[in-house]
């Protein structure tokens, strides 16, 4: 069993900067692609960026060049910089891992971005 546990979110004017971060914990063989997904009211969940154990890394069109992610093997935590924040970007924000024997979500933290 894997526990995420996120952090970060919070309320930001646009153009602002947040940085999430997830820590995965608890029993795994081994943690695979780590990523961030959001769902804004009224709209599916999607994905944000996503990062494999070997530092590929994809993410939506509508976040390139504003947000970054990356992952920390020794701490199995994943980090989304966020810049150049947009009110669009508001949502809440999913922590994912994808580990040998199964697919993990975080609890979600909110991102909202104000105009």
């Known amino acids: 069993q894997v526990r995420l546990v996120e952090s970060g979110g919070g309320l930001v004017q646009a153009g602002g900067s947040l940085r999430l971060s997830c820590a995965a914990s608890g029993r795994f063989i081994s943690i695979n692609v780590m990523g961030w997904y959001r769902q804004a009211p009224g709209k599916q969940r999607e994905l944000v960026a996503s990062?494999?154990?070997?530092?590929?890394?994809d993410y939506a069109d509508s976040v390139k060049g504003r947000f970054s992610i990356s992952r920390d093997n020794a701490k199995n935590t994943v980090y989304l910089q966020m810049n150049s924040l947009k009110p669009e970007d508001t949502a809440v924000y999913y922590c994912?891992?994808?580990?040998?024997?199964?697919?993990?979500w975080g609890q979600g933290t909110q991102v909202t971005v104000s105009s």
């Open positions: 990062i494999s154990n070997g530092g590929s890394t």
């Open positions: 994912n891992v994808r580990e040998t024997f199964g697919v993990y």
